[in-house]
């Protein structure tokens, strides 16, 4: 992954946490999202992986 790219992806996370509103159920999706760029992040799944997350299948 590139500087550029990891840059990217951390810029949208915060943007998605500064979205977050609190409520468990409002933020579901939301979470999802952050979730899985921080896993993309970290290398624990390839990026053209449909598959999230492979030790829980989301």
Same mark, same amino acid.
């Given at each position: 992954? !590139?500087?550029? +790219?990891?840059?990217? @992806? %951390? ?5 998605? =946490? ?11 999706? !939301?979470?999802? +999202?952050?979730?899985? @760029? %921080? ?5 624990? =799944? ?7 997350c492979v030790g829980c299948g989301s």
């Open positions: 992954m !590139t500087t550029e +790219q990891t840059t990217s @992806l %951390e810029k949208r996370i915060e943007e998605l =946490k500064s979205s977050l509103t609190g409520d468990m159920f409002q933020d579901m999706d !939301t979470r999802d +999202q952050i979730h899985n @760029l %921080e896993m993309q992040l970290k290398g624990v =799944k390839p990026m053209d992986s449909h598959i999230d």
